[in-house]
């Protein structure tokens, strides 16, 4: 086009902007609504195709400043602090002008910083490169990603494993290989949004026993057998990334044998540290499930990198089937040597996983001589702090931070609306002291606010 016209034609567009603008705002040359596939229609309006899209856009903006505003005067929006060092007890953080003692990391083992593993990330960059640019089945599989298979199938005691990259891919990606619509998904209404994300991707029917409550358990595992499924599979989170509940899993793996179903457990929040040796929530209770999937990047090491642990037959499946695995890059090699000697350290000694089990007992003991109520199992390192309101849960979480604390308040729609909370997360790598002072602050932000 001439310059002339493109100048025109920006003109006339900044010009007909203008006029969306106060024409929605005054509600009165705007007469449309939005038709099935997304566009606005006009009643009394001819107007071009470039002006009606100048309209929608418009729209669009508006609709989505008014969930936002929404969101901010609830208390509900959620601001992002930035981290100036690596992560660890102990962090800098662009807010505050000294440093601040981290107690909302998935920190558990204190390996997000650690010397070993870096070295072994750094190996990793040396020895197979930065990527891989491809998938696993094109040219993605290095001797590396094989090994890191095999010590997770050792450590979770399975005939083999997957990796994804992430838990959340590896949560959406299960249920539609396996299941169809003739079989059925038994889910814990608290199960994490990855799982409610993948059991929506799957064909199978859906049924949804309330949290942790075994009878509402057994009544959706009769309901399936009298709707005459095929396959049933129960699945839960092994522990409850947001209230710190550990799943009952005896009870359901007693429950998975009388009927006939499978059981799957998301166990993010539980591998390496619970249970005697680390091995999850399977250890903790004393059983064995069908399927595990867990993460690399919360107690392993806080990198990146999810797994499905499970039977030959369930892992080849997947392998052929899974879309976020045949559609994803594989997992960097340096993420891969890091994990394989994370698990290494794990196998080979406890004492972490000690520590972290010493620093719980000590917080949640604490907290309560101090009339906090706290939700969540008394072993598990994640320990919600209960406010119940939005607009308190962030000035609490603003306050600690003057008391050199970082934590930060939980509201809808991660949690459910009128139980905000602050997250409290322990980690090995936490001193007494700093425990003792994260208590003292809790004390002292809930004295003023009339918590206690």
């Not at 009165?28 to 470039?50: A, D, I, P, Q, V």
């Not at 094989?146 to 399975?158: N, T």
């Not at 998904?185 to 799957?202: E, F, M, Y």
């Not at 406010?387 to 809808?412: E, N, P, R, T």
């Amino acid at each position: 086009l001439h310059p002339c016209k493109i100048a025109g034609a920006r003109a006339r567009h900044a010009c007909i902007r203008n006029l969306c603008k106060r024409a929605l705002s005054a509600k009165t040359l705007y007469k449309g609504y939005y038709s099935s596939k997304h566009c606005l229609r006009f009643n009394s309006l001819r107007l071009s195709r470039s002006t009606r899209a100048c309209f929608a856009s418009a729209a669009f903006s508006e609709h989505l400043k008014k969930n936002l505003t929404a969101i901010r005067e609830a208390g509900l929006y959620k601001t992002e602090r930035v981290i100036l060092s690596p992560q660890d007890s102990v962090i800098r953080i662009r807010e505050s002008a000294v440093p601040v003692i981290n107690f909302c990391a998935n920190n558990y083992l204190g390996l997000s910083n650690n010397t070993e593993l870096i070295a072994a990330a750094k190996e990793g960059l040396d020895s197979h490169g930065l990527g891989l640019s491809s998938v696993r089945f094109i040219c993605g599989t290095q001797d590396i990603h094989l090994q890191l298979e095999r010590k997770i199938a050792e450590f979770h005691d399975k005939e083999d494993a997957i990796l994804f990259a992430a838990c959340f891919d590896a949560n959406a990606g299960i249920f539609e290989p396996l299941l169809d619509q003739e079989d059925a998904i038994i889910t814990d209404k608290l199960n994490h949004a990855s799982i409610i994300d993948g059991v929506r991707l799957c064909k199978a029917s859906r049924y949804l026993f309330e949290h942790m409550n075994m009878q509402s358990l057994q009544e959706r595992l009769e309901k399936a057998n009298q709707d005459g499924v095929r396959n049933k599979l129960i699945v839960t989170d092994g522990s409850f990334s947001m209230d710190g509940d550990i799943a009952p899993l005896r009870d359901i793996v007693a429950l998975s044998d009388e009927y006939g179903a499978k059981v799957m457990i998301d166990d993010c929040h539980s591998t390496g540290f619970l249970g005697k040796t680390g091995r999850g929530t399977e250890e903790y209770c004393g059983v064995s499930v069908d399927i595990i999937t867990s993460t690399l990047g919360k107690a392993l090491g806080g990198a990146t990198g999810g797994y499905v642990a499970a039977s030959q037959e369930i892992v080849d499946t997947l392998r052929q089937k899974a879309r976020p695995y045949l559609f994803s890059n594989a997992l960097a090699p340096s993420l891969v040597t890091a994990s394989i000697r994370a698990f290494d350290m794990l196998m080979k000694d406890t004492s972490l996983r000690d520590k972290l089990e010493s620093n719980t007992q000590r917080f949640r003991r604490r907290m309560t001589e101090n009339g906090f109520k706290l939700m969540g199992d008394p072993n598990h390192p994640i320990c919600p702090v209960m406010l119940g309101d939005a607009k308190l849960a962030k000035q609490f979480a603003d306050d600690m931070l003057q008391h050199g604390i970082y934590v930060i308040g939980f509201s809808f729609p991660v949690v459910p609306k009128g139980s905000a909370r602050i997250r409290v997360q322990l980690s090995a790598a936490h001193s007494e002291t700093q425990i003792d002072q994260c208590v003292d602050a809790f004390k002292q932000v809930a004295i003023k606010h009339g918590v206690l």
